[in-house]
T-cell receptor, first 110, second 113 residues
Framework: GQQLNQSPQSMFIQEGEDVSMNCTSSSIFNTWLWYKQDPGEGPVLLIALYKAGELTSNGRLTAQFGITRKDSFLNISASIPSDVGIYFCAGMEYGNKLVFGAGTILRVKS | GAVVSQHPSRVICKSGTSVKIECRSL??????MFWYRQFPKQSLMLMAT?????????EQGVEKDKFLINHASLTLSTLTVTSAHPEDSSFYIC?????????FGPGTRLTVL
């Protein structure tokens, strides 16, 4: 099946710094999604991308859908302590099934 | 945004017993619900796709007789872990699709002793 490579695996940054993480795929997806998961909770959708090349922002978050439809990145600007969590990219397959990346663990030191 | 609930949030059971987990879409009708399993520090792995009124479609390697899924209505799907064993201990998460977006439940932590 399809696989998503997400990097980096983890980040430990200073409060106020910008963060960037990305996902690449061996296959094309028509929809890319970025989720955040807090410990013991289900994932929460941050940004959804539907068109190749699309650049979408949600507050301090910005994500782009790669032109080749095989990659996406998520940027977080001016990080704050509540940004701590695990961030997952996901590609949507036929039948609305999601394939998830391995996740990026974000830790913020204040 | 749309809300999906799961019940129970945590369950501890003895080996050999069965456990039922409910997933409900609270403010929309979900024609499709998905069940995931997540081990500590790992990603979500899709177990099965559940469509209302029809049999669930299981991913490769997931035993359908072990993980029984019932999608009785457009707002309710249940996952029953039958004859649970310690290796079934995990975080089980459901999601409900409105056709455009997928909304996740808060998860159920299953611990089998």
């Amino acid at each position: 099946g399809q696989q998503l490579n997400q990097s980096p695996q983890s980040m430990f940054i200073q409060e106020g710094e910008d963060v960037s993480m990305n996902c690449t795929s061996s296959s094309i997806f028509n929809t890319w999604l970025w989720y955040k998961q807090d410990p013991g909770e289900g994932p929460v959708l941050l940004i959804a991308l539907y068109k190749a090349g699309e650049l979408t922002s949600n507050g301090r978050l910005t994500a782009q859908f790669g032109i080749t439809r095989k990659d996406s990145f998520l940027n977080i600007s001016a990080s704050i302590p509540s940004d701590v969590g695990i961030y997952f990219c996901a590609g949507m397959e036929y039948g609305n099934k999601l394939v998830f990346g391995a996740g990026t663990i974000l830790r913020v030191k204040s | 945004g749309a809300v999906v609930s799961q019940h129970p949030s945590r369950v501890i059971c003895k080996s050999g017993t069965s456990v039922k987990i409910e997933c409900r879409s609270l403010d929309f009708q979900a024609t499709t619900m998905f069940w995931y399993r997540q081990f500590p520090k790992q990603s979500l792995m899709l177990m099965a796709t559940s469509n209302e009124g029809s049999k669930a479609t299981y991913e490769q390697g997931v035993e359908k007789d072990k993980f029984l899924i019932n999608h009785a209505s457009l707002t309710l799907s249940t996952l029953t872990v039958t004859s649970a064993h310690p290796e079934d201990s995990s975080f089980y998460i459901c999601s409900a699709s409105s056709g455009f977006q997928e909304f996740f439940g808060p998860g159920t932590r299953l611990t089998v002793l």
